[in-house]
């Protein structure tokens, strides 16, 4: 009947692969046989461990910035002319 019919398409529609989901990271709507991939390849917004290992996880498309300028595990140069040492942020 009519009504049974209702039902299992209720009951598709919550499972149903292709059905829309938003992301958590950038708020794109994925379909849900796909939200695999955009968080592993596409979407920049998710969060990743620093390559350096200092405990943050800035988003994908924020790693260099992170490493540049934040990262405490970071090398970075002396600022005294002529010095040239490099030691951890931190």
């Known amino acids: 009947t009519e009504r049974v019919r209702r039902c299992e398409l209720s009951e598709h529609m919550e499972s149903c ?4 989901l ?13 939200m695999e ?7 920049n917004k998710v969060p990743v461990e620093c390559p350096n290992g200092c405990g ?5 498309e924020n790693v260099g910035v992170h490493m540049e300028t934040e990262c ?6 002396c600022g005294v002319p002529g010095c040239g040492e490099k030691r ?3």
């Open 56 to 60: 943050e996880s800035p988003a994908k």
């Open 17 to 20: 692969p292709f059905r829309l």
């Open 37 to 43: 991939k955009h968080l592993k390849q596409v979407c």
């Open 88 to 90: 951890k942020r931190g």
């Open 22 to 34: 938003p992301c958590a990271h950038c708020d794109k709507c994925i379909p849900a046989n796909a």
């Open 72 to 77: 405490k595990e970071a090398e970075v140069e």
